[in-house]
């Protein structure tokens, strides 16, 4: 299992972990700022923290 910590202050609402997470663990929210909704069907694969221009999301194994 896995925490997914998304840095709203930092992120800038680009979308690219929506689009990229294989899982669907993002959403875009109603702020225009992704929103890890589905943050327990993480799989750990850090594609989302990778893509993230900013690197406003952390993934930590629990």
Not at 22 to 30: C, R
Not at 40 to 59: A, H, L, N, Q
Request: hydrophobic content about 30%.
């Amino acid at each position: 299992m896995y925490l997914v910590n998304v840095n709203l202050d930092c992120c800038t609402g680009c979308g690219e972990c929506v689009n990229i997470c294989p899982v669907g663990v993002y959403q875009m929210g109603a702020n225009g700022k992704t929103d890890p909704y589905q943050a327990g069907e993480c799989v750990g694969c850090m594609s989302c923290v990778e893509v993230c221009p900013d690197k406003c999301i952390e993934i930590k194994e629990m």
